[in-house]
């Protein structure tokens, strides 16, 4: 398979995490612009554990990812208390503060002889795990999709839980999700905690991608572009995000001749869609049009 | 069952409920009339909890729930629908009502994950039911912010009654609906919504209030200006002025 293709899919993988991550939020009504901080605690916390701790590559993810959380959790807990635009700038607020912190944050042991650890803003290097243990780049893409079809599946059974469609409510009318004996904020925190969790997965696979990690790079604009994908391909199923990584990732940013204008081509996108379909491709008019086909097929 | 005693609620200087007295046995269905801006749905916003009490006390079925959050109350066994209507414009009829199900104290925490199949399907068979008693069975499948009026206020009726309510808070059921509609919204609610549980109903519609109710308190200013049955109180000169105004004495 060629490198530059495997390359662009492993990131269009990566980036889909985040991407759901937004979406999540989306749907219980918040708009964050600070995804892109769990993704980065994330790439720093499974970094540490398997460049500096030693420990193998899933236990090293599932961390970065439950500290993601936990950092998400401790988030929503004073900022869910402010709605609307004040939990927007709040959520940016801290996502550059995260940024900041990891800009001085220096930490590091000595591994044969080598210094290694995050070291302020000249980042944090030699996050080395999948090439000590041989693993090609297309075994690591396929680990990378295997995640995210997991991570899609558990999104698809939450849309036709009971809990999808609480968070749904709350996205719409959060007095009358009330109304129906939810526990508004409650709910809030918990979206807050699984979307730092899929936002956590998706840096922990950066990082050892890439084997290293810069503060620099989570600045706001992934976090706007995590934001955009879901109100690209639409709020109305899991599979929204994903199109608008794909449109953005797959097509904007890898193919050369194009790669130029693709700041101006997406910001297009998004007006134009924001204009004519303001909850994406697939929003949930579109969806609901397609179940229903699905269903009368089979029936 | 509900209890309200000097309540009071501010808007700024504003006092929509000005020591407002109100009791409602269990059982009983309540109309409440009284011009716009009397309080009526100021009343049913503080026992639901959407807005606390400025002063006064409420109690339902004895226990004050004046410092109570929204769906702390609701899941003590209340449900209303809305005046302005309120329904969840992008989830489907069905869902609308499947929703009012969630935190109903039969569904236990876990199955909001998981469901178990047989009290599953019990409780869709039981929104099914509801669609096909409201007449919107046909339209089960739609999103539910496409429905034309009427069927929105049945929606919302459903919705209300998928919560399985002791006190039930009506607010303006027929409103803005044609008298044929009304007819068949007044027989929906007396069939299906008031037997075996206690209800407040707002209404400016006197033909409805007659129809469903066995008592009538009138509001006027925040606070309740007349009560009793609705023949009799329906005559009440009070009444009669409050709506309507009173010919202004010759010598003013």
Request: with cysteine; charged share 20%.
């Amino acid at each position: 398979m060629d490198d530059h293709l495997v390359g662009v899919l492993s990131n269009i993988g990566m980036i889909s995490f985040i991407a759901l991550s937004a979406y999540l939020l989306l749907i219980v009504g918040e708009i964050s612009f600070g995804q892109q901080a769990f993704f980065a605690i994330s790439a720093y916390a499974s970094g540490i554990a398997t460049a500096m701790w030693g420990w193998d590559f899933w236990p090293g993810l599932a961390w970065g990812a439950a500290v993601a959380a936990a950092a998400a959790v401790l988030v929503g807990i004073p900022t869910l208390r402010i709605r609307g635009l004040y939990f927007s700038i709040a959520t940016l607020a801290f996502a550059e503060m995260v940024r900041l912190v990891f800009e001085v944050f220096k930490y590091q042991v000595e591994i044969d002889g080598e210094m290694v650890g995050p070291d302020g803003s000249d980042g944090f290097r030699d996050i080395r795990y999948i090439f000590e243990n041989d693993i090609t780049a297309v075994e690591y893409m396929l680990m990378i999709y295997g995640l995210l079809a997991a991570v899609l599946c558990a999104f698809f059974l939450l849309e036709r839980s009971r809990l999808g469609s609480i968070f749904r409510m709350i996205g719409q009318d959060p007095v009358l999700a009330q109304m129906q004996g939810i526990d508004v904020t409650a709910y809030k925190i918990l979206a807050l905690g699984m979307a730092g969790l899929v936002a956590g997965i998706g840096g922990g696979l950066y990082a050892h991608l890439t084997t290293f990690v810069e503060p620099k790079i989570f600045n706001v604009m992934l976090g706007v572009h995590s934001l955009a994908y879901g109100l690209i391909g639409g709020l109305g199923t899991a599979f929204g995000p994903l199109i608008g990584v794909a449109i953005d990732i797959g097509f904007l940013e890898s193919i050369r001749a194009i790669s130029g204008y693709r700041m101006i081509a997406f910001g297009g996108l998004v007006a134009v869609l924001l204009i004519f379909r303001p909850r994406g491709l697939l929003d949930e008019a579109a969806v609901n049009w397609i179940r229903l086909r699905l269903r009368r097929r089979h029936a | 069952m509900l209890d309200v005693e000097r309540l009071v609620r501010k808007f700024g200087a504003v006092e929509a409920l000005a020591g407002l007295d109100l009791s409602v046995g269990d059982g009983e269905s309540v109309g409440l009339i009284g011009p716009n801006g009397s309080g009526k749905t100021t009343l049913f916003n503080v026992v639901t909890g959407v807005y606390p009490p400025t002063s006064g006390n409420v109690r339902l079925e004895g226990r004050d729930i004046g410092a109570s959050k929204p769906d702390r109350i609701v899941n003590s066994g209340v449900a209303r629908t809305f005046q302005n209507l309120r329904i969840f414009e992008r989830l489907t009829v069905f869902e609308n009502v499947w929703a009012a199900q969630h935190r109903r104290a039969d569904v236990a925490m876990r199955e909001l994950v998981f469901a178990r199949r047989a009290a599953e399907h019990a409780r869709r068979e039981e929104v099914d039911g509801l669609l096909e008693l409201t007449g919107l069975a046909n339209r089960r499948d739609a999103l539910a912010g496409g429905l034309p009026l009427p069927d929105q206020r049945r929606l919302e009726l459903a919705r209300a009654l998928a919560r399985r309510p002791r006190l039930l808070l009506l607010d303006e059921p027929a409103g803005g609906m044609t008298p044929a509609e009304t007819e068949q919204m007044v027989r929906l609610i007396r069939d299906i919504a008031i037997p075996g549980r206690t209800c407040i109903v707002i209404e400016h519609k006197m033909e409805m209030i007659r129809n469903l109710c066995d008592r009538v308190c009138v509001l006027d200013f925040g606070r309740k200006i007349a009560e009793g049955a609705p023949e009799a109180v329906l005559r009440d000169d009070r009444v009669i002025e409050a709506y309507i105004g009173r010919e202004a004495p010759a010598d003013a």
